[in-house]
């Protein structure tokens, strides 16, 4: 029952979290949809704070380990501190937990993974390494992503052995396999994670508090020992041996998104209000090193009205891009830079995701889309184009050359070579309008891959730890989708590891 209870709580909030981006620079909006959301918040999770977070009263003075954020890294972290043999304490500054992860809906990449085996998939982790490295435009941290890749299907194998089965495979822009893993059917991956994790938390009896907002990292000869947090109206500061931060990126924040790439101004962001640096943040005062803090990835398929993000999953599993003029106008499955740059060149700056009932059927995070009426549709291509203003005639003839290729597995127009496993025929036929937004802060906290924060002379800050967003150098200039839910869980786990090791 009580599971029950959590997955219930756990699908509302996700679906909370999706509703809940805002438009950088437009203070009034942002401002009334922070109320709409806090308002929101509080009432979903009032029975979440019964039932599935601790009692600020039961908040205690020290722990072994202080983690800092509850999303997928931070609930990670916590699991593997716990197996270890550590008492780890969980403080997240939103009314729920999950953060981003919430809203991630692809999937998470991993290579040589028995789900991929028991398909006849044949991939690599040195494939998966050298993709990764080109899609980053040759900029990632060869390191982390070494220790990324090399780590990833054991990660797949963790979440598995704690009943968070991800056997479902898709493929994603910049990759060459179906190593895309997602829930069995085909749902999007963040909630479902968030749960699984969620749940784990709890049978460990790991403390959890939400409502409860870090302000500073406090160190002692020149090793970190605590934090200072704020919850239930007052100040305490709580003692630990070690400290692992995981609060995410600044995709959320419009003055330091402005300050490192001002002609973002404006743009819609598909990031969860609390994604605002605070971590990043705390971690330079007390000397920690940055890198790439101006990498900020926008993604091509964004609902605007919303800024919710339409997954990638849509592309991979057979969907195209079309102009207003109802044409084709890039390689659907390229990077996420380069289909939001050709975008960017049409008129409209905006365009078209066009899909079947067949990628319906695959990809359910669809449904939600529809419900939140985004998705236009028609029983034929023709009535589809009258939907969104379209030339029928031109439309028509941009899915059948579209389908001819997938037919002869060659597209002579923009040579895309993945996603191509089923054309667009079976009816009805969808569309939603969408643009690019801010969805990714590739910058952040320069660690090693025992997740160590670094300072400014490349040295290790004593008792420090992060993973997650917050991180930078993994995904160097440009990340691939479903890599970030792979990065949480991989150093996720290893942060929560290593503090345990400090601390011995």
């Given at each position: ?26 203070e ?6 922070t ?27 020290e ?7 509850a ?5 990670a ?24 992860t919430?809203k ?15 398909q006849?998939?044949?991939d690599?982790?040195?494939k ?11 900029t ?16 797949i ?7 968070i089965?991800?056997?479902n495979l ?36 790991i ?12 160190e002692?000869?020149n090793?970190?020992?605590g ?7 007052k ?28 002609e ?24 920690g ?8 990835q926008?993604?091509?398929t ?5 800024g ?8 991979g ?14 390689n ?34 669809i ?6 009426g985004f ?16 030339d ?16 002869d597995k ?8 993945t996603?191509?496993d089923?054309?667009?025929e079976?009816?009805d036929?969808y ?8 969805h990714?802060?590739?910058g952040g906290?320069?660690i ?24 930078g ?13 792979g990065?949480?869980?991989v ?14």
């Open positions: 029952m009580k599971n029950k209870v959590l997955k219930t709580v756990t699908t509302s909030l996700a679906v909370m979290f999706l509703l809940a981006g805002c438009a950088g620079g437009k009034t909006a942002k401002k009334d949809e109320k709409k959301t806090e308002s929101s918040s509080s009432e979903v999770t009032t029975g979440a704070s019964e039932k599935g977070y601790t009692d600020p009263k039961e908040l205690k003075d722990y072994d380990i202080v983690i800092v954020g999303g997928g890294a931070g609930m972290a916590a699991i593997e501190a716990k197996d270890e043999g550590k008492n780890p304490v969980i403080l997240e500054k939103m009314p729920v937990a999950g953060g981003n919430l991630s809906s692809s999937g998470m990449n991993a290579s040589e993974t028995k789900f991929q085996k028991d006849g998939i044949k690599s982790n040195d998966f390494y050298e993709e990764t490295l080109k899609g980053g435009h040759g990632n941290d060869k390191e982390l992503l070494r220790y990324y890749v090399d780590n990833s299907a054991d990660a194998d963790w979440l598995d052995g704690m009943g089965k991800l056997n898709t493929i994603t822009g910049g990759m060459s396999e179906k190593r895309t893993h997602r829930p069995e059917d085909g749902s999007a991956v963040g909630g479902y994670l968030v749960d699984g994790l969620l749940r784990n938390v709890h049978e460990k009896k403390p959890i508090f939400v409502n409860a907002d870090v302000t500073e990292i406090t002692k000869d090793t970190v020992d934090v200072k947090v704020k919850i239930d109206k100040e305490k500061e709580i003692k630990s041996k070690a400290v692992v931060v995981t609060t995410g990126g600044y995709g959320a924040n419009p003055e330091m998104l402005e300050k490192e790439k001002p973002l101004k404006g743009y819609v962001t598909t990031n969860s209000e609390g994604s605002t640096g605070d971590g990043i943040k705390m971690i330079e005062k007390l000397g090193q940055t890198v790439d803090m101006d990498q900020i926008i993604h091509p964004v609902q605007q009205d919303k919710i993000l339409i997954g990638e999953a849509v592309r599993e057979g969907g195209i891009l079309v102009s207003q003029e109802g044409k084709r106008f890039v659907e499955m390229d990077t996420r830079d380069n289909v939001s740059a050709a975008e960017n060149k049409l008129k409209e700056k905006s365009s078209y995701l066009i899909f079947d009932a067949g990628v319906k059927e695959r990809v359910k995070a449904d939600f889309y529809e419900k939140q998705v236009k549709k028609s029983d034929t291509v023709e009535g589809l184009a009258k939907e969104i203003d379209m029928a005639k031109t439309l028509k003839e941009t899915v059948d050359t579209w389908n001819k290729a997938v037919a060659k597209d002579s127009e923009f040579n895309r070579e996603g191509m089923n054309g667009l079976k009816a036929f569309a939603i309008k969408i643009a690019p937004g801010i990714y802060t590739m906290v320069k090693n891959d025992k997740t160590e924060v670094l300072d400014k002379d490349g040295k290790a800050i004593k008792g420090l730890y992060a993973s997650g967003e917050l991180t150098g993994l995904h160097g200039e440009n990340r691939i989708g479903g890599n970030s839910v990065d949480i869980i150093f996720g786990r290893q942060s929560g590891k290593q503090a345990s090791e400090f601390i011995k």
